[in-house]
Each structure stands twice: as structure tokens, then as C-alpha cells.
């Protein structure tokens, strides 16, 4: 079934928006789900591969959307395409790291995700608003989950600060390329489909900013006349598919099973 | 060392105005996060109302060593209900 795109709204920006979407979940989820078998303590590799179950059925979401809009099929879009033309941020592709970043990572992302989906949810383009409502009612426990750790483990021992400190110096900076420009952007905000990426770093921050402060951890970011000025360099180019090599491996390895026996089913 | 949390145990209420019944215990630093633990294992895939978690510790317990606690030495049957008809279980 292919669905009618208003003709305001430019369907090929649409689409790369929806692929964006999708791509930062089935990574992040794929992250999340290295946890399995792993993790510190058993309740949370439980908790971490329900929430990578989750993460890549919203994945299945946005390339089902992006699938009715003529674009290649979900499986293909996961199991066939070249790593070299994903399109999520290197924030989600990066190697899982300590048990520190993975918590950091997931709460940055959490939220970032809260205020997109918050937004998405008044978008102009209905399929797009109906997903963000559902997906919003999974997050939000997402969310919980994250800033319960977060909060706790900010200043819960020295050893745990440190290692949480460590984790927001190195995940912040790379946080910041969950919000960049979508090519052709200006003209979706114009159509109403999202407000774009700037605004949506400013909620962002309003969020993390305060929580992150009072969990007694510090960020390169200050805020004067109500306006934020963040002294770290965003690390793009994940938007534009300018890939780095952690998301190769990343991407063989989802991709393994599948072209073992390629159209195979079970 | 043991490096786990301490644990909780977990009751779970199918829908309300049912019993919470013990379904098993989480690891957890305190009764919040437990709350959370209990969500992830047990309220995932089970219709789930309400959840409580009680810290194994606070749970008062018989000895499974005691043979004195429930012990029914005499004969104590004059004292079961046998002498009539129950009626039928009435809806409340």
C-alpha cells in the first residue's frame, strides 16, 4: 500500500528523515543488545535487551513508513543495505564501552528522543504523527529506566563518578550529532512535519543539562541570558552517511545470519 | 565479595481486586529500581495491574527446622466443618 504525501511536503526530505529515524533505533538497539549475556548485574540484561527489543521495533516502524512511501522494504533496509549508506548518528554506532557509557548513552538518547517524539507527535504528515504517539508510551519507560541509573550512580561511590564523569565527556560531545541538520530540512519545518533539529537541541538541553548537574556531573555547557553556549564540537556527518568504521563491523555483524541464507526464513 | 544487590521479593496482581501473589525476587540498590527489575521480569509478557516489592529482609519467616510451629499432635477433627453442606459460593 502506498501512501498519498501532501504535495507541501517534499517526499524525498520525508523519507530521509523517517531513515534518519529509524537507523539511530536499529543501532542504538543493536548496542543495547551486545548487553545480553553480559551486563553487571542480571536484572539489567534483562532490562537492556527488552529495551534493545524495543528500540529495533520502532526501527521496524519508521522504515514501514518509509517502505509505503516507495522507499525499499525494512529487511532490505536493515539486513542488505551497504553500512556506507546508513544514516544514523555516530553517537549510536559507537563500540558499547563500559557499562558507564552504555547507561550515559541511553539516557542522552532517551531524552533526545522524548522531545523528537514529543514534536513529532503534532506533525503534519498523520502516518508519522500516529507512530511518534506509539512509540512515545515505550519510551517514556525507556526513560525511567536510564535516569534512575543515572541518578543514582552520578554520586553514588568515588569509583562510580569517576567512571560517569568519564562517560559524559566522551558521550556529550557526541550526543550533540543526534541534532544534526537533516539535508533538505528547512523544508520540512516549513510543511510542518517537525520543527527541526535546533529547537529540538534547545529542549534537549533544558532536560539533560539540569539532571545531568544535579547527579553532580559536570558538562562543557553554560547557560547565560537563557541562551546555551556548549564549548564541545558536535561530531557529525552521520546525517549526510559520512560513516566511520565501527559501524562496518557493527553492520556485518546484524547482518551475518542473513546473508548466510539470503531470503531465508524460519 | 557478593557484588549483587540485595534482593527483593515480587508480587504480582494479574488485574485489580485480585490477590498479589508471589512470583519470585529481583536484585535491586533500592525499592524503586526494584519496582523497575519487577517491571522488566515479570510484568513484560504477563497482563500485569500492580506490582509490589518487599525487601527479602523485612519478610518475617517460619523455620523449616521447627517442628513445634505447626505441629497437630491430637486428634482435632471435631473441630473441621464436616456436619453440613456448604452452599454455593456466593459472587462478591
Not at chain 1, 189 to 197: C, D, E, Q, T
Request: net charge negative.
Amino acid at each position: 500500500m502506498l501512501l498519498e504525501v501532501p504535495t507541501d511536503i517534499p517526499k524525498e526530505a520525508l523519507q530521509r528523515l523517517l531513515v534518519a529515524l529509524a537507523d539511530d533505533e536499529l543501532v542504538l538497539g543493536h548496542r543495547d543488545s551486545e548487553w545480553t549475556g553480559h551486563s553487571p548485574i542480571l536484572e539489567e540484561d534483562i532490562a537492556f535487551s527488552n529495551i534493545a527489543q524495543d528500540e529495533i521495533g520502532h526501527a521496524l516502524l519508521w522504515f514501514t513508513i518509509n517502505e509505503q512511501l516507495g522507499g525499499k522494504s525494512p529487511d532490505w533496509m536493515g539486513f542488505e543495505r551497504n553500512w556506507k549508506h546508513f544514516t544514523c548518528c555516530h553517537f549510536t554506532a559507537f563500540p558499547k564501552g563500559d557499562f558507564a557509557y552504555t547507561v550515559v548513552r541511553q539516557y542522552l538518547f532517551d531524552v533526545g528522543e522524548q522531545v523528537r517524539l514529543k514534536n513529532l507527535s503534532t506533525s503534519s504528515f498523520p502516518p508519522l504523527k500516529e507512530a511518534a504517539e506509539k512509540i512515545i508510551m515505550e519510551e517514556g519507560y525507556h526513560l525511567m529506566h536510564s535516569q534512575s541509573l543515572v541518578e543514582r550512580l552520578g554520586d553514588a561511590t568515588e569509583e562510580s563518578h569517576k567512571r560517569m564523569q568519564a562517560a559524559i565527556d566522551t558521550a556529550f560531545p557526541q550526543a550533540l550529532g543526534m541534532f544534526e541538520e537533516l539535508t533538505g530540512e528547512d523544508e520540512l519545518v516549513k510543511a510542518g512535519v517537525f520543527s527541526g533539529n535546533e529547537p529540538l537541541k534547545e529542549q534537549w538541553l533544558e532536560i539533560v543539562v539540569p539532571a545531568l548537574t544535579s547527579a553532580s556531573l559536570e558538562l562543557p555547557v553554560e547557560k547565560k541570558n537563557g541562551k546555551f553556549t556548549i564549548d564541545a564540537k558536535a561530531e557529525e556527518g552521520g546525517r549526510k552517511g559520512w560513516q566511520k568504521e565501527h559501524l562496518k563491523q557493527l553492520v556485518e555483524d546484524l547482518q551475518t545470519v542473513y546473508k548466510m541464507s539470503p531470503g531465508g526464513s524460519w | 565479595m557478593d557484588t549483587q544487590w540485595e534482593t527483593y521479593e515480587v508480587f504480582h496482581q494479574t488485574k485489580r481486586g485480585d490477590p498479589h501473589v508471589h512470583v519470585g525476587a529481583v536484585h535491586a540498590p533500592d525499592p524503586h529500581m526494584a519496582l523497575q527489575m519487577a517491571r522488566d521480569q515479570f510484568a513484560r509478557r504477563m497482563k500485569c495491574a500492580s506490582i509490589w516489592v518487599v525487601r527479602t529482609k523485612d519478610v518475617a519467616r517460619t523455620d523449616y527446622q521447627d517442628e513445634t510451629f505447626f505441629a497437630q499432635i491430637l486428634d482435632k477433627s471435631y473441630r473441621d466443618p464436616k456436619a453440613f453442606e456448604a452452599p454455593d459460593k456466593g459472587e462478591h
